[in-house]
């Protein structure tokens, strides 16, 4: 396993705000749908030419060019997009949500047409299937079906492609959330406002679907979108049958998942609440998931499970995982407390059922020191992993699945406005609104769970480039200028598999290895087997008039560029941990120090060995001169006396390969 470089794209001090003065999350306007276009938004993005990528890891092949900028094809926040990217067995069959935007001889957007493309032979070729064309301007689609026949041809399925409309008769005004249908008949289309608000001052918006084959509905849930005084951070969902074409369920507010649930805000517009998620078993019982203060416990975040066993009319109060694990798992992982930092409402983790009564919630945990003087707060953080929450056989446990390098991923937006007025290329960098784009996956037979993510190389070395000017959006909505941008992480996918009946996660695997971003990647729900697990990513590209001005690792997270859907289908048992390393890195002792520790580490050759220090912002602080050293077992002292107390990073450097572990100072 990798040890983690606990790169800090925040300070060290927000993180410790976060994690104990856990501040709610306002519905702003930046991750909120939006509701209008403008000009820049309806221009079609510069096709791209079709191209593979293959520097270390798998080979990504191009599907398609999106004609829009992207994020109004796939939505960069949260969850929700988790749905445009299935993959069916029966018909072994890999499908993408599209809404491929109709352009005429002006290059103007005429409207939608909407519907699947479909591989049938793991990704060499791809075809569209269109459910429907529509003068309208459809967006963010995501994908349900259900096959309870069993059959083999997917484009007989019943399908739904869920998604946000801009009527073209009314201007292209914002019409809410809306289902294209496609069963036994010709295509239909069943909008959210033409029924009841599923409570006062609230409507539908993005969701989580699960298709439920035995009961022939696809069930969406999520966050609700609010109006007047309604308080932000309710939950709804609602329950169509795609065998009568007919509503189940009409979108409904649950009481077992009332705000009166969960830990209350003193502000309306803002919540504690993160995203919900659902999933279902075979026998046709649904589970949603929360990961939230409950109004049992409202100094601890941590993850409640609600059961429907009638496809969503009635739901279950809570099973909640015990909070005391969050502190057993920091005492067994080099801390004394477990927090969740910058948890909001839009990023997330994921949730899996793997049978009755069986589930498991997936999502980041950070671990550390408490604050001897100030009790509450926290000293230094250590450590932060993705961590399976599991439910099985009764019992609830927490487990460490992955342990990660940095506190956050960024991506980048193209500040239009700014740009014009300076006359050069002006952007935003803010937290990547999926997080660590957390995905998890159960095999067909059900016999192996897979989870990826993405997280920062630290084997390669810094992106270094230009200076790129960063501007940053205001409560107010204005902008200010803050530090350009010099340089940046590479990102990679990685993959992580465990069977179904141990318990035991095997090692993290770097399935890309390559100079481009990880951005915006997927991972279906189910996958064929743990050696054959399709992958997607839509990244941006630089075609556009900003954008080719950008360096590479700044126009590929852009999400409100344009961009280009590549795929690549990986054999994890092919790809290795790390390098094949000659060494192996062993503790640092004692950690937390205040004076002095040893850094252990075992060559199994002669090497060339380099010691350095980093503090939590990536400066180096100090390093003892590289040495040539015999094979056997090591130990260096590292000097730590005129360090602040803290959480600081140790860098053994062998032959030029350089792996980390944090180590705390303490005065």
Request: glycine share 8%; with cysteine; aromatic share 10%.
């Amino acid at each position: 396993m990798k040890h983690a470089l606990l790169f800090a794209i925040f300070a060290v001090s927000t993180l410790v705000c976060l994690a104990q003065m856990p501040a709610v999350q306002s519905n702003s306007t930046r991750h909120r749908v939006s509701t209008s276009f403008s000009p820049s938004d309806l221009m079609v993005q510069p096709a791209e030419k079709a191209e593979e990528h293959n520097q270390g890891g798998v080979t990504f092949k191009r599907v398609t060019t999106l004609e829009l900028r992207s994020n109004y094809h796939y939505w960069p926040f949260g969850v929700w997009s988790n749905d445009m990217f299935q993959y069916e067995a029966k018909s072994n069959t890999l499908n993408i949500a599209r809404n491929r935007a109709l352009v005429d001889a002006q290059n103007m957007v005429t409207g939608t047409e909407v519907g699947v493309l479909r591989s049938v032979n793991n990704g060499v070729a791809w075809t569209f299937d269109r459910l429907t064309s529509t003068p309208d301007i459809f967006v963010y689609p995501t994908i349900g079906w259900i096959n309870p026949d069993e059959g083999t041809d997917a484009s007989k399925f019943p399908v739904m492609i869920y998604g946000a409309s801009f009527v073209r008769s009314n201007g292209l005004a914002f019409g809410g959330f809306t289902m294209w249908n496609r069963t036994s008949g010709a295509p239909y289309q069943v909008s959210l406002s033409d029924y009841p608000a599923p409570g006062n001052g609230y409507a539908m918006n993005e969701g989580k679907l699960y298709s439920d084959n035995s009961s022939g509905s696809v069930v969406c849930a999520g966050t609700l979108n609010p109006s007047g005084s309604a308080a932000y951070g309710a939950y709804g969902m609602w329950n169509f049958n795609l065998v009568v074409d007919d509503f189940g369920q009409t979108p409904t507010i649950p009481a077992a998942w009332g705000l009166d649930k969960f830990r209350p805000s003193d502000d309306p517009t803002r919540s504690f609440n993160a995203p919900v998620l659902i999933d279902g078993d075979a026998t046709g019982t649904l589970y949603a998931a929360f990961n939230n203060f409950s109004a049992l416990n409202v100094d601890a975040r941590s993850v409640q499970v609600s059961k429907s066993t009638d496809a969503g009319t009635t739901w279950g109060s809570f099973n909640e995982m015990p909070s005391n694990l969050l502190e057993q798992f920091a005492l067994a992982h080099g801390g004394d407390i477990g927090f969740q930092y910058g948890q909001s409402p839009y990023r997330g983790g994921d949730f899996l059922v793997s049978g009755p009564e069986e589930y498991s919630f997936f999502y980041a945990l950070a671990t550390g020191f408490e604050s001897v003087t100030t009790p509450g707060n926290i000293d230094s953080v250590v450590a932060v992993h993705i961590v399976e929450a599991s439910y099985k056989n009764g019992s609830w446990s927490l487990a460490a699945v992955a342990e990660l390098q940095t506190l956050d991923l960024s991506m980048t937006s193209i500040e239009d406005s700014i740009a014009t007025a300076i006359g050069a290329p002006a952007v935003s960098i803010t937290e990547n609104g999926r997080g660590f784009e957390i995905q998890a996956a159960r095999t067909v037979d059900g016999s192996t769970l897979i989870l990826k993510y993405v997280d920062i190389n630290t084997v390669r070395a810094k992106n270094e480039f230009p200076a790129v000017r960063v501007f940053t959006q205001q409560t107010n909505g204005s902008y200010s200028e803050s530090d350009p941008i010099t340089s940046m992480w590479d990102t990679d996918m990685f993959i992580v598999t465990r069977p179904r009946a141990s318990a035991e996660w095997g090692a993290s695997k770097n399935v890309t290895d390559d100079t481009d971003m990880a951005f915006r990647t997927y991972m279906p729900k189910t996958v064929a087997s743990a050696t054959d697990i399709p992958l997607l990513r839509v990244i941006g590209t630089n075609g556009g008039s900003i954008s080719s001005l950008l360096p590479k690792p700044i126009y590929q997270t852009v999400y409100n560029g344009g961009a280009s859907v590549d795929y690549a289908n990986t054999s994890v048992t092919s790809v290795e941990d790390e390098k094949t390393y000659a060494f192996r890195f062993g503790t640092v002792a004692p950690n937390p120090v205040t004076s002095t520790a040893e850094v252990s580490f075992t060559l199994d050759r002669s090497a060339t060995v380099g010691i350095e220090v980093y503090d939590m912002l990536g400066s180096q602080l100090s390093s003892i001169p590289t040495q040539t050293m015999s094979a056997g077992i090591h130990g260096v002292n590292v000097d730590a006396t005129a360090f602040a107390a803290g959480t600081y990073n140790v860098a053994l450097v062998v032959d030029g390969v350089r792996i980390m572990k944090p180590f705390v100072v303490v005065r």
